[in-house]
């Protein structure tokens, strides 16, 4: 079964540096998304992504925040300055359509020290 | 808007006792209804959606829910739990074609031998 692909799986980094998720969607999908989940807490929309452009995001996903499909296969996020608060498990997510559900990878978890 | 309650943040039952997790939604329009699971230290997996055919959806693992638009509700059933049914459970919702999914708090179902 097709499968949604994220590196790495864990990151750790200094508050203050910059981090890129990488995420592979299933290739036929052309609805992308993030995702991101602080522990115990609920899983929160960052932002979509479609035809090579953000559809929408929320507030949490402000200037330090950027997503990038640098090629046919590869959506990233990047964080340009982390804050402890970026703690959190982060999701890819991608869809043929949004009502058709979505397919989400296995998640990183990023830790700002 | 569109946004999901889920009573109960966390539900044990006894291994083969029914299992009911609630869900209510709220939506302007017809909503796309979704019940995701999420084991520890994995990704969100689609268990079932609805999406405006049959009022009961069966999806993987046993589990169905029945979309009740007089109780704006979308609650998830299994007969009989069995242990690896320990998790997480999202029910998400989505307004609409291009829109995208709005999870709720989720609630962790534990199951006693």
């Known amino acids: 079964e097709p499968e949604v692909t994220q590196t790495p799986s864990h990151q750790v980094t200094q508050m203050g540096q910059e981090v890129i998720l990488r995420c592979v969607p299933i290739?036929?999908?052309?609805?992308f998304y993030w995702y991101r989940q602080i522990l115990g807490q609920k899983v929160e929309f960052l932002v979509s992504?479609?035809?090579?452009?953000?559809?929408?995001k929320s507030e949490i996903f402000d200037d330090q925040f950027s997503v990038e499909r640098p090629d046919g296969s590869n959506f990233t996020l990047k964080i340009r300055s982390t804050k402890l608060e970026d703690s959190a498990m982060y999701f890819c997510?991608?869809?043929?359509?949004?009502?058709?559900?979505?397919?989400f990878g296995s998640g990183t978890r990023l830790t700002v020290v | 808007a569109q946004s999901v309650t889920q009573l109960g943040s966390h539900v044990s039952v006894s291994e083969g006792a029914l299992v009911l997790l609630r869900c209510n939604y709220s939506s302007s329009v017809p909503p796309y209804l979704f019940w995701y699971v999420q084991y520890p230290n994995q990704g969100l997996q689609l268990l079932l959606k609805?999406?405006?055919?049959?009022?009961l959806v069966k999806g993987i693992n046993g589990f169905e829910a029945e979309f009740k638009k007089s109780e704006t509700s979308f609650h998830l059933t299994k007969p009989s739990a069995h242990m690896s049914d320990a998790a997480e459970y999202f029910c998400?919702?989505?307004?609409?074609?291009?829109?995208?999914?709005?999870f709720g708090i989720g609630t962790k179902l534990q199951v006693i031998p």
């Open positions: 997510a991608s869809s043929e359509r949004p009502d058709y559900g979505y397919t």
């Open positions: 992504f479609y035809n090579n452009e953000i559809s929408e």
């Open positions: 609805y999406t405006s055919a049959a009022t």
């Open positions: 998400a919702v989505n307004s609409g074609g291009y829109q995208k999914v709005t």
């Open positions: 290739s036929n999908h052309l609805y």
